[in-house]
């Protein structure tokens, strides 16, 4: 039996994790390479839990029972290598939080693109429905400290591949893959089928009380699925229709269609209910709302659900019109993946504003949406050039920005009425911005200043 737990790591999973173990009575010491904010040197004070910030001691770490490691420190750290080399085991925090849930129902949802989305939208519609739902994981809260906090009835749980890697018996009532795409193979030796793999044990605790939820048009899951057995119940999502699986649109319509513990489901949700733009947004919908008749929400309440939701900022985030253009801030695309779904899920021609530090994108997966359907490239970025190389002979327009005003204005100067003007920048933000929300604030903020400055013009 553990006594003694350490924890790496002294940010939100970490105090949250330190909380809990504190709460039930283990021995606590947090060590973090380096410094601890304010607020989290005082969280921990107030539970007495002792820490130490700025580096590691190695006397005080390697006397463990048990290591919670944040989701944040590689394998290859030297004082992991430490750990694992005396034989102390290491899980992460989601591992050690579950295993303090117990009536509570677990929905977990993984992906490469997505899970936050769906993980907003799932937890929408629980608590639509008037149940006690706690959201977090890798989005807001640790589950660690909701766990601590108590009193829920369901946890949606974002989680991570970095997360996944540190579980033992975590075991999710419900259980969901979006998609899997390349992204940080540097924690996984740049080797994808790792990546994959890491994805993967979210199911291999499973039962056949629990349901597994996947997208069978990402090939990458369905060929790993047939490597993999999977003992719980097995839900297929398409963005294409097709009867054999058990969600799919149809005309102007989700379908969905089966059975989870004895209980039938088959419902038609009209397109129009839903409040989401996109065709990787249906998906998403999907799996929520799969998830929701799990555990056997009323379809009214689904569809108000469905319909009262809106996404978290950033994210295909419909800002204002102008003039009878629609402005979009999805400054969260720091993928060309992302893009992808931005650019499809636009009906509308396309003023594309794109740009920042570049991270070695393939632009030629999204270059017949944007001959298709974008009549100007604004690059928003201190260097440009590889998205002005790329795109020279396939766009229109093209004009360098600086800053989301000038991109703004330039943008407007080619837009017509009923065009969509969209941030989706497919690199990160760090060359102008801060991080991808303050440069989708600064677009928000600028897109309204410009509206103003019209009305005044008037």
Known sequence: MESRIVILGGGESGVGAAILARQKGYEVFLSD???????????????????????????????????????????????????????????????????????????????????????????????????????????????????????????????????????????????????????????????????????????????????????????????????????????????????????????????????????????????????????????????????????EVPIGKVLRGLKTFKNAPHRLEFVDEVDGIGFINDSKATNVDSVYYALDGVKKEIIWIAGGIDKGNDYAQIEHLVKEKVKGLVCMGRDNTILTDFFAAKVANIAEADSPKKAIEQAFEWACKGDVVLLSPACASFDLFSNYEDRGEKFKKAVRKFKKGLKEKV
Request: aromatic share 10%.
């Open 33 to 295: 390479a380096g410094r601890i904010s304010a607020n989290r040197r005082k969280m921990l004070k107030t539970s007495e839990i002792a820490f130490e910030e700025s580096g590691h001691s190695e006397e005080n770490i390697l006397n463990a029972d048990l290591v919670i490691k944040s989701p944040g420190i590689p394998d290859n750290a030297p004082i992991i290598q430490k750990l694992t080399g005396k034989g102390i085991p290491i899980i992460s925090e989601i591992e050690f939080a579950y295993r303090f849930i117990n009536k509570a129902k677990v929905v977990a949802i993984t992906g490469t693109n997505g899970k936050t989305t769906t993980s907003l939208l799932t937890c929408h519609l629980l608590k639509e429905a008037g149940f006690k739902v706690a959201l977090g994981g890798n989005i807001g809260k640790s589950l660690a400290s909701l766990v601590a906090e108590g009193g829920y009835h369901y946890y949606v749980v974002e989680i991570s591949s970095f997360q996944l890697d540190g579980i033992v018996h975590f075991r999710p009532d419900i259980a969901v893959l979006l998609n899997i795409t390349p992204d940080h193979l540097d924690r996984y030796n740049n080797n994808f089928h790792d990546y994959v793999k890491s994805k993967f044990r979210i199911i291999e605790n499973l039962t056949q009380e629990e349901a597994f939820i996947y997208y069978a048009d990402c090939n990458l899951i369905t060929e790993e699925l047939s490597r993999n057995k999977v003992e719980a119940s097995v839900f297929a999502m398409s963005a294409s229709n097709n009867e054999k699986f058990n969600a799919y649109p149809k005309e102007d319509n989700l379908i969905f269609n089966f059975e989870f513990k004895n209980t039938g489901v088959n419902q038609k949700i009209p397109l129009s209910e839903i409040s989401l733009i996109g065709k990787h947004n249906m998906v998403n919908s999907m799996a929520a709302v799969i998830s929701a008749l799990c555990f």
